[in-house]
């Protein structure tokens, strides 16, 4: 069993930035994932327990960071730029099988451990 726990999120204006973090007991890839209630959950980005490789979604590229320190067991989201289109339930989500990087990384349903979510609200 693998636990996540998450912090970071909240209520910010248009333009401004949020630092998401997701510890984990032991070093996966991870998966950051955003749900609005009632929509499919989405991609945002991930990154490679190992070979810190990183990927994004289209509409997160160039605004969001993530990146990961090992010796905390923690991966962070970094938003800037924020945007009301960025409101939603942010999940960070833990792949225990330790496999090699790739576009895999991007599928919700290749994760097999959640967090319970945080929500990130962004005003105009």
């Known amino acids: 069993q693998v636990q996540l726990v998450q912090s970071g999120g909240g209520l910010v204006q248009a333009g401004q930035s949020l630092s998401l973090s997701c510890v984990a007991a032991g070093r996966y890839s991870i998966g950051w994932f955003r749900q609005v209630p009632g929509k499919d959950r989405l991609f945002v980005a991930a990154?490679?327990?190992?070979?810190?490789?990183?990927f994004y979604a289209d509409s997160v590229k160039g605004r969001f960071t993530i990146h990961r320190d090992n010796a905390r067991n923690t991966v962070y989201l970094q938003m800037t730029g924020l945007i009301p289109e960025d409101t939603a339930v942010y999940y960070c989500a833990a792949d225990s099988m330790n496999r090699e990087s790739g576009r895999w990384l991007s599928q919700p349903l290749e994760y097999d451990y959640w967090g319970p979510g945080v929500w990130v609200t962004v005003s105009s």
């Open positions: 990154i490679h327990w190992r070979e810190f490789s990183t």
